[in-house]
């Protein structure tokens, strides 16, 4: 995931704000790492996709 600074992350606020706890973030399955530190207060990051089922993509559930 590369970072993707101040947009990102009020999108996601501004989300929360209506009371939305769930995100789905498709992306490279080598970003992950870098989607955790961008997701600040996240209680759960959960890759719901494995490298067998796609090794290019990962899909990954956030919870707040």
Known sequence: FVDSGKSFRDYLSERRKKGERVFYVLLPST?????????????????????SENNKFTLVRVRY
């Open 31 to 51: 970003r992950i790492d870098g989607l955790k530190s961008e997701l600040r207060g996240a209680t759960q990051v959960e890759p719901l996709t494995s490298a």
